[in-house]
């Protein structure tokens, strides 16, 4: 996963969710995952993760990217589905869906938001070392799952991985995760060195956390209020299912609709 595209979707984008504040981005994130948690039919579901499509359209950036980044948890989500198989295909797609539009939020959040933004605005309510932890730790993950991903790559090119080979396959890997451990802790030392250098003395300065509302956040909450309403309505009164697929066919015109439009506009 390359943070330096993420960053750069987060810092340089145009679109309506760019400029709402963080605050207000996580509210509506917030409103985004309590719908899918507490909504189990599929076409709802469906229209909901289509729905995203459409705003991550609005968001003016590449939107195949966006939605490959999103799609990792495709994978854990249809093995879970296959191991609690009952025979029901829409049960599955439930499974899948609850991964997809979940994840897809939480793309849709970093991807337009810059995280030294989103760690002021969870900083106050959570202990003060958690966050700083959180902060400073955010690129290390991803920097340790690129040095994993360059390590199998340098093992299938010298031989390290080959077909049909599990116990060698193993042994070899077992030795570059000791390698990458290692490289792991040259990087977080150098790293500290690094914030030292820049003036870090246990804690990170904080930058805007203003609260005040503006058109693209009232864009953003009205939208997350939105599907919330719609799949809190069809939680409490099963009734309003039978509207669940008009819900979902008013969702691909809107996609179509704002596929054009973007397509025009640019």
Do not use: C
């Not at 966050?131 to 093992?155: H, M, Q």
């Not at 030795?175 to 150098?190: A, H, M, N, P, Q």
Request: proline content about 2%; glycine content about 6%.
């Amino acid at each position: 996963m390359d943070v330096a595209i993420i960053d750069y979707y987060a810092n340089h984008g145009k679109s309506f969710l760019h400029k709402a504040k963080a605050f207000w981005k996580i509210i509506f994130t917030a409103l985004i995952i309590a719908s899918i948690i507490i909504t189990n039919e599929f076409y709802l579901l469906l229209g909901i993760y289509i729905a995203l499509v459409t705003i991550a359209i609005w968001t003016k950036l590449p939107v195949t990217k966006i939605l490959t980044i999103a799609a990792y948890p495709a994978i854990f989500a249809l093995i879970f589905a296959l191991a609690s198989w009952n025979g029901s295909w829409l049960r599955a797609g439930v499974i899948m869906l609850k991964a997809l539009s979940a994840a897809l939020t939480m793309v849709i959040l970093i991807v337009t938001t810059p995280y030294p933004d989103i760690f002021n605005v969870i900083r106050p309510i959570v202990p003060k070392i958690i966050a700083e932890g959180l902060f400073v730790t955010y690129r290390s993950v991803f920097i340790l799952l690129e040095l994993t991903d360059d390590l199998i790559k340098g093992l299938k090119v010298r031989g390290g991985i080959t077909r049909r080979k599990y116990i060698n396959n193993v042994k070899n890997f077992s030795s570059g995760i000791g390698l990458l451990l290692v490289r792991g802790f040259d990087f977080s030392e150098k790293f500290y060195g690094v914030m030292n250098v820049r003036g870090y003395g246990g804690k990170i300065s904080s930058g805007n956390t203003q609260k005040s509302i503006s058109r693209d956040d009232v864009i953003a909450l009205i939208i997350g209020i939105l599907i919330f309403v719609v799949s809190l309505g069809t939680t409490i009164e099963k009734s309003l299912l039978e509207f669940s697929f008009y819900i979902l066919v008013f969702s691909i015109i809107a996609l179509i609709i704002s596929s054009i439009y973007v397509q025009f506009k640019s």
